[in-house]
């Protein structure tokens, strides 16, 4: 006659691999940088005079992609290859240029008083974009922002962007604001009868 091997009870594993669920689910953390960040410009002043507000056009450049994914910046057919380097131009107005953004004497904190472009990227889209043409065309506007940081942080820190410390990279953000306002989708590309 053999001996007999005990049987380990198993009903009791269901509950602690539950528990053990349970316990990760609620100390597990999810990352919360997710997503497309957007500083959307302030609301003109009512006060403002209509004069002010058209100079204020010079500020204001409008991206425009059709239900056929065609790209308008301006009133310029523009390829997203090209989209990076006009909008470094619009920001950083190199040349002062009287038809592209002028720029506000800021005094930051940590470098003194500095020019600041008022610009403002308005993103406007069809409700027939495709996704990865919107994909696309952010990605172009967000890296000539993060270019500019570049360039701005090695002039004021000889560091890039990336390996400066979270307050240069506030005072970098100040000198180089990310200002893309993005409109409801609609039928930009719409035939009117």
Same mark, same amino acid.
């Given at each position: 006659?053999? &001996? ?5 009870? /198993? ?37 403002? &005079? ?20 065609? %790209?308008?910046?301006?009133?310029? *057919?523009?390829?997203? /290859?090209? %989209? ?15 038809? %592209? ?15 600041? /472009? ?17 994909? *696309? ?14 360039? *701005? ?10 390996? %400066? ?15 893309? /306002? ?12």
């Amino acid at each position: 006659m053999g &001996k007999k091997t005990p049987e380990i009870n /198993s009903s009791s594993t269901a509950d602690i691999a539950f528990l053990l669920l349970c316990y990760f689910l609620m100390t597990t953390t999810m990352g919360s940088h997710t997503g497309l960040s957007r500083r959307l410009p302030p609301m003109p002043d009512p006060n403002q &005079k209509a004069e002010d507000q058209k100079v204020n056009r010079r500020n204001l450049i409008v991206v425009k992609i059709n239900s056929q994914d065609r %790209l308008m910046a301006g009133n310029e *057919a523009l390829d997203v /290859s090209m %989209l990076k380097e006009r909008t470094k131009i619009f920001l950083s107005n190199p040349t002062d240029d009287p038809n %592209l953004p002028d720029k506000e004497v800021k005094d930051i904190e940590g470098l003194g008083k500095r020019p600041v /472009s008022k610009g403002v990227i308005s993103l406007q889209n069809d409700r027939g974009t495709s996704y990865q043409a919107y994909i *696309a065309v952010q990605n172009e506007l967000v890296k000539a922002v993060n270019e500019l940081r570049d360039e *701005a942080s090695m002039r004021e820190f000889g560091k890039k962007f990336a390996q %400066l410390d979270e307050d240069r990279q506030g005072i970098i953000k100040e000198l180089v604001p990310q200002q893309i /306002s993005e409109a409801e989708p609609k039928d930009v590309g719409k035939r009117r009868r």
